[in-house]
């Protein structure tokens, strides 16, 4: 069975600082990986997603995600984090439109 | 261009009381998913729907029911509801085959049972 595991719950960064999400997922097959980012009242907006290819991905936003298979992770990036980034964060595995998702981090933006 | 829709964006209910909520997909798409997430929690996937019949199904109870009308719009059915199936319950369409299959969300109907 496919899962995916987010070990960080809340994150809080500094404005400016850098930022990495982790997450481990686990797939029979060679996965598919998404992250996507949810707002307060808002639904879920793909930020990236791996299908196959080159290993670093770039999304929006200025986030890029790389996969590494020998650790089965998805881990996702940015190297200077603005306010507007504060939202909770969903990793996801599987089909285009059957997903496994993680339980998410949450990450806030200290000025 | 209007995105994924969905209605109401509350709702309470009760223990036993059956609901429905509805969802248009965003213009151009034809298939549509439905994903319940509870508090806390990441979105779990109910069902897929695809040229009005459903094709995907997760690990939910047949109490989760739903239909897919011509125009691609699309309503979850919850009967017998329980205090576990409050939860936020969002609508995600695609465009089967498109360059670059992607699922967009709607903001979700927000159910409380009571």
């Known amino acids: 069975a496919q899962s995916v595991t987010q070990p960080d719950i809340h994150i809080t960064v500094s404005e400016g600082a850098s930022l990495e999400l982790r997450c481990n997922y686990s797939?029979?097959?060679?996965?598919?990986l998404f992250w996507y980012v949810q707002s307060p009242g808002q639904g879920l907006q793909l930020l990236l997603k791996?299908?196959?290819?080159?290993?670093l991905v770039q999304g929006i936003k200025g986030f890029e995600a790389e996969f590494k298979r020998s650790q089965s992770s998805f881990n996702l990036r940015k190297p200077s984090v603005h306010w507007s980034d504060a939202a909770e964060y969903f990793c996801?595995?599987?089909?285009?439109?059957?997903?496994?998702f993680g339980k998410g981090t949450l990450l806030t933006v200290n000025p | 261009d209007a995105g994924v829709t969905q209605s109401p964006t509350h709702l309470i209910k009760t223990r036993g009381q059956q609901v429905t909520l509805r969802c248009s997909p965003k213009?151009?798409?034809?298939?549509v998913s439905w994903y319940q997430q509870a508090l806390g929690q990441g979105p779990q996937f109910i069902f897929q729907?695809?040229?009005?019949?459903?094709?995907q199904r997760g690990n939910f109870p047949d109490r989760f029911s739903g239909h897919q009308f011509p125009n691609y719009s699309s309503e979850l059915n919850v009967n017998a509801l329980l205090l576990g199936d409050s939860a936020l319950y969002l609508c995600a369409s695609s465009r089967t085959g498109g360059e670059d299959e992607k699922l967009f969300f709607g903001s979700g109907t927000q159910l409380s049972v009571l």
């Open positions: 213009s151009g798409h034809d298939t």
């Open positions: 791996y299908f196959s290819g080159d290993t």
């Open positions: 996801a595995v599987g089909a285009v439109y059957k997903l496994t």
């Open positions: 729907y695809y040229e009005e019949e459903e094709r």
């Open positions: 797939y029979g097959a060679t996965p598919y």
